[in-house]
């Protein structure tokens, strides 16, 4: 099987998961999460190499103030779990978006798992925090216009090379294979410029029930594609 070397995740359906079960929406995103700590040791163990997952959008702040609460205080509790994870399983995280809209003790934390996690040569698990795609290219445009005003960058050598540098992704492959769970067939504002060429699939199961076997069976799918970047297909 040819196994995508970066997937993208759209981890959704964590509150209707609670619901039938009559729980809390809280409880679906901490279910949420500690799955998502079993899918990085399946994907890593699949022999995925990069691992991208949706976590909060810029977008989410419109949520009640009770949920976005309850999100702040799991993605604290989460980042101290990612941090023991990273250092188990040779993990190295690096966070996109922009956690300035987050708490300072959270955005020290934050730092500190991508710090810690630097030096580590096992799967690479990017979290996209506080992200918007629209967001993330509206800051490369504003850091790319600076540096153009100071004289270090002319207006021939913004190429599509120096976006793709100048965004939280610096560095990281466009991802293969796009997976959003839960029956959503949207973006949601997630990776537009990376998406570029991914094949996309999207699958009913909510996310905390979202185990190994779906993500072999989306790898699968992916097997089945016939992947084209704009060329005809020779016979
Ligand atoms: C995804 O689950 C997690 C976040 C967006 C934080 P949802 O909270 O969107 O769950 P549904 O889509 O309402 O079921
Ligand atoms: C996208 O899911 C954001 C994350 C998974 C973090 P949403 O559930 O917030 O997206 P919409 O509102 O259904 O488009
Ligand atoms: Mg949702």
Redesign the pocket.
């Known amino acids: 099987m040819n196994i995508p070397q970066h997937v993208a995740i ?3 359906g964590n509150g209707r998961w609670a619901k039938s079960k009559g729980m809390p929406r809280s409880y679906g995103h901490a279910q949420g999460a500690k799955n998502l700590e079993k899918i990085c040791r399946d994907a890593w163990n699949i022999g995925i190499k990069y691992l991208t997952v ?4 810029t ?2 702040w419109k949520r009640s103030k009770d949920e976005v609460d309850s999100l702040m205080k799991l993605f604290r509790s989460y980042t101290k779990t990612c941090m023991k994870t990273a250092r188990d399983n040779n993990m190295k995280v690096r966070v996109i978006g922009d956690p300035a809209a987050f708490d300072t003790d959270l955005q020290e934390s934050l730092k500190e798992l991508e710090r810690s996690s630097a030096g580590n040569t096992g799967l690479n698990f990017q979290i ?1 925090l506080n992200y918007g795609s629209r967001d993330e290219i509206t800051r490369a445009v504003r850091a790319i216009a600076r540096e153009s005003v100071a004289g270090l960058l002319n207006a021939d050598e913004i190429t599509e090379e120096c976006v793709s540098d100048h965004l939280d992704t610096a560095g990281i492959p466009d991802p293969d294979l796009l997976i959003r769970t839960s029956g ?1 067939e ?1 973006l ?1 504002n ?1 990776l537009l410029w990376q998406l570029a060429y991914t094949e996309f699939y999207f699958c009913d199961v909510p996310w905390p029930a979202f185990k190994k076997k779906d993500l072999l069976a989306a790898i699968e799918d992916y097997n089945d594609r016939d992947r084209r970047y704009g060329g005809r297909k020779e016979s």
């Open positions: 759209i981890l959704d949706y976590l909060f959008s977008e989410n996209a959503e949207r949601s997630y």
